[in-house]
């Protein structure tokens, strides 16, 4: 069964530094994966998608990059947080893409605190 | 435009008694609905799903209805239990075609009181 790994699980930046979150996964191949974001008070959030290698998508405009450098690697970065980057960020994998059973599979989460 | 909804944010129960988590959604392209528990500083999981083809699905403690109608589904658990206790999301997709793209809810906090 597949694994997502990410870290840190906590994270504490001042405005202005950089982020990198990483995002690797185990027991499956060329896996679609993606970020998402919880802010407080608000639901999940879908902020990159990726079907493959350095293939990225963007959900929103932000102040975010993603990037896909190996096929079970997906690193989200910033070069300078804001306040509002804040929030719990979580890695993800889709089974069974394409079908209509296909669910999400979440990682255990990375709580940015941007002060 | 917010096209999946809980409308409460949270919801207090007493063991023994039925949960129930209420979801609306706007866009009538979504077929396909899923549950998701969260608990603090966790990832969420999966709890259980229904495509747009039933009304009804069960597992378990947990049963989800889907009226397409009023666009409108709900999460009933029964018996709850303390360790239910945890945020619930609901989210939507078109089955088949979302790709992992689901458009969640702002998920409802659950208390289940022993």
């Known amino acids: 069964s597949q694994t997502i790994h990410q870290w840190p699980a906590t994270l504490v930046q001042p405005v202005g530094s950089p982020l990198s979150l990483e995002c690797t996964v185990e027991?499956?191949?060329?896996?679609?994966l993606y970020w998402y974001r919880q802010a407080a008070g608000r639901g999940l959030q879908l902020l990159f998608y990726s079907i493959g290698i350095d293939q990225i998508s963007s959900e929103v405009p932000q102040n975010l990059s993603a990037s896909r450098p190996q096929d079970r690697q997906f690193i989200l970065s910033s070069k300078k947080l804001l306040l509002s980057d804040s929030g719990f960020y979580l890695c993800?994998?889709?089974?069974?893409?394409?079908?209509?059973?296909?669910?999400?599979?979440f990682g255990s989460g990375t709580q940015l605190s941007v002060l | 435009d917010q096209q999946v909804k809980q409308n409460s944010p949270s919801l207090s129960v007493q063991e023994g008694r039925i949960s129930i988590l209420n979801c609306d959604y706007t866009?009538?392209?979504?077929?396909?609905f899923l549950w998701y528990k969260k608990y603090p500083a966790e990832g969420p999981t999966f709890l259980i799903s229904i495509s747009s083809i039933k009304d009804k699905n069960e597992d378990g403690r947990f049963t989800v209805f889907l009226n397409k109608s009023a666009k409108h589904l709900s999460l009933h658990i029964v018996p709850s239990q303390p360790g239910d206790s945890a945020v619930y999301f609901c989210?939507?997709?078109?089955?088949?075609?979302?790709?992992?793209?689901?458009?969640f809810g702002q998920g409802t906090i659950l208390t289940v009181h022993p």
């Open positions: 866009n009538s392209m979504f077929d396909y």
């Open positions: 993800a994998l889709v089974t069974s893409p394409g079908f209509t059973n296909e669910k999400l599979f």
């Open positions: 989210a939507a997709g078109a089955g088949g075609t979302s790709y992992g793209k689901l458009t």
């Open positions: 027991g499956t191949s060329n896996p679609n």
